[in-house]
């Protein structure tokens, strides 16, 4: 859809309403988690976390492989999406009931579309539930349906599953409950993405909801997807992008559950020979992605990958607010589109919003590890440029400055030019 048709279309209009309701709470909320803590330590110490653990990703990862297998965790390397898919299709039964939770990562790879026709995969994340069941997209990494109004979802769930529900957020997370909560007890399949991995053999993973500490324990076997780029040092250092992430995430001073994941469950009960699959996961398998990660650190761009999702950044970008999840492809904002250059290719960046960002730098500001967002993408621009990929705009005002010495075009003079141009 044309960006012009786009601005004026239903849904980003319903989408506008829906959206500031839920940033004047998510700013109230911030504001009051940042009195509690000293934000700028906290920023400090993450930015140094995040570019000590980039700068020493490949031997932060041989190592977390290393000390995650030695813990029971199978270990599978995917350098790009369709390895990725392949690894995961190998270790998922065909018609196995999946029970999964919210995760970027595996959105990124596609995962979801192979999967289906082939197995029940059945939503465990209310917010992504809700934006299934109403066959939207998500437009945000932590609160993905925050643009579909209640009036909706009680329609949806009245439609597909006849049940009629009163209007308050407190029955339909009630409904939601009850009926994920079967799925989950008949699942041999949890399927979830991972915050942090720390190279001494842990994942991570936050919540809120209590949904993923189920599906990584009640089904038999859980499968992990992450990116390379979780990676971090230590389990200390994941502690404390824990709480950054919960603070500039939602608006609170921690998560409900913290998952902490080191192998397999286990007993050492029986004259203390380690037996593995106790109540717990018999078996975790863990697909570290790459998908165009490396090749960001190879052309200087490893800043990109500082980001922890915590999409603080959205709620202040003046273009994700007019057109949301057309900012980006699976991750939004100027990141999101940072990461589709390399995730992707120049091209889709191009295509999915490089030339949207007005370089004003809110999201900078608001980034908890102040990523430079505005030069990645000044950057990225020039990448675009070399490669010959370029609004025609763009090229309408180097040819004018070649011709003219300005980017107007031809200028008479006490006459105002047809077009102007913004630099």
Known sequence: MELSKLLVSERIKTTRISFEEAFSTYVANRQQALEKVDAENLKRK????????????????KKAIENLKENGIKVFEAKNAEEARNIALELIPEEELVVKSKSNTINEIGLLEVLEGRNEVIETDCGDFIVNLCEEQSTHP??????????KILKKIEEKFKVKLGKSPEKIIEWVRSYVREKINNAKIGLTGANFISSDGCVIILENEGNISLISRIPEKHVIIAGIDKIVESLEDAMLLCKIAAVWGTGTTLPTYINIISSPSKTADIQKKIVYGAQGAKEVDLILVDNGRSKAIEQGLGEILYCINCGSCLYFCPVYRQVFDNYGLHYFGGIGVSKLAFINDLKQAFDRGLYYCTICQACKVNCPIGI??????KKLREFSVNSKIETETNKKMIENVRAYGNPFGKVEEGKVPKELYCC
Request: hydrophobic content about 45%; glycine content about 0%.
């Open 46 to 61: 993450a930015r140094e976390i995040k570019e000590r653990s980039i700068a020493k990703l490949e031997s932060l990862k």
């Open 142 to 151: 932590v609160t993905p349906a925050l643009h579909i109004p209640m009036e």
């Open 372 to 377: 430079d967002v505005p030069e990645i993408m």
